[in-house]
């Protein structure tokens, strides 16, 4: 059964930093496509960032509004996905979810950013 | 990148009735492989989406058949036969064939 746990979440200051991780467990990550999707309160789904497979050239892709302040990295030696999100906005405020591909989600982490 | 459009944003349905979700994307969504990947999914209260479409019309595993997709180009549907409690939500049309989108979301209610 495929198993995603994310973690990390929690209250941040504007500007700040956080970094959440994503534990994987059920199938094999190391050929996984891995992607961060996001929801703030109340509102609709955004895809956020994405890192392919070591097999699908192992690349990072970012959406517009995250893109020069999230990092998306991954240790296939863990099957951990991580997000390290930077220069932290209100407009960040969202549920974050770890997805495989589009298949599988986890329950997802909240990050509130707020003075 | 690719808007999806849904349509209607909020459907109370009564149950046992069918219910019908538009999804109208921006761009053709057939992929240079020749598929089309348009998914729906499903998400209820204080859970994460689960998926219940893939590629336009497969459904994936443990979705009860009462759900089916169909459509082309850039013009998708959802389509449930009979619904049920526990179809409350909202559906969400999301593309992948271009950068990742979703529509709104269409909240669908029993009357």
């Known amino acids: 059964e495929v198993q995603l746990v994310e973690s990390g979440g929690g209250l941040v200051k504007p500007g700040g930093s956080l970094r959440l991780s994503c534990v994987a467990s059920?199938?094999?990550?190391?050929?996984?496509?891995m992607n961060w999707v996001r929801q703030a309160p109340g509102k609709g789904l955004e895809w956020i960032g994405r890192?392919?497979?070591?097999?699908?050239?192992?690349?990072?892709d970012y959406a517009a509004p995250v893109k020069g302040r999230f990092i998306i990295s991954r240790d296939d030696s863990k099957n951990t996905l991580y997000l390290q999100m930077n220069s932290l906005k209100s407009e960040d405020t969202a549920v974050y979810y770890c997805?495989?591909?589009?298949?599988?989600w986890g329950q997802g982490t909240m990050v509130t950013v707020s003075s | 990148d690719v808007v999806m459009t849904q349509s209607p944003l909020s459907l109370p349905v009564t149950l046992g009735q069918p219910a019908s979700i538009s999804c109208k994307s921006s761009?053709?969504?057939?992929?240079?492989?020749?598929?089309?990947?348009l998914n729906w999914f499903q998400q209820r209260p204080g859970q994460p989406p689960r998926r219940l479409i893939y590629k336009v019309s497969n459904r994936d595993s443990g979705v009860p058949d009462r759900f089916s997709g169909s459509g082309s180009g850039t013009d998708f549907t959802l389509k449930i036969s009979r619904v049920e409690a526990e179809d409350v939500g909202v559906y969400y049309c999301?593309?992948?064939?271009?950068?990742?989108?979703f529509g709104q979301g269409t909240r669908l209610e029993i009357k």
């Open positions: 890192f392919k497979s070591k097999a699908d050239g192992g690349t990072t």
């Open positions: 999301m593309q992948g064939t271009h950068w990742p989108t």
């Open positions: 761009q053709s969504l057939v992929y240079s492989d020749g598929n089309t990947y």
């Open positions: 059920g199938f094999t990550f190391s050929n996984a496509w």
């Open positions: 997805a495989m591909g589009s298949t599988s």
